[in-house]
């Protein structure tokens, strides 16, 4: 894999998470405080650093993110949509 070819996928991992992060904030308080098994702190977290500190993002935290922790977050979600 080329280091353009990484750099890509980073920049693309690290906006989807910065755009599911801001799709958050339209989520209420109260509705938040129901699904406490959700880490809607974490979640706001790993936005604000992406947005202010993305030169010293690290990739394989970044990477563990997208691969395993969206996963539950998904499924997690899903189950308050159905």
Request: proline share 1%.
């Amino acid at each position: 894999m080329t280091a353009l070819l990484r750099m890509s996928q980073s920049f693309a991992c690290a906006f989807a998470l910065g755009q599911i992060s801001e799709l958050t904030k339209k989520i209420s308080d109260e509705e938040k405080k129901q699904h406490v098994s959700i880490p809607w702190t974490a979640i706001r977290v790993i936005r604000n650093h992406i947005i202010h500190n993305y030169e010293k993002i690290d990739l394989e935290i970044l990477w563990n993110t997208v691969t395993k922790d969206l996963q539950k977050l998904s499924k997690d979600i899903e189950k308050i949509i159905n």
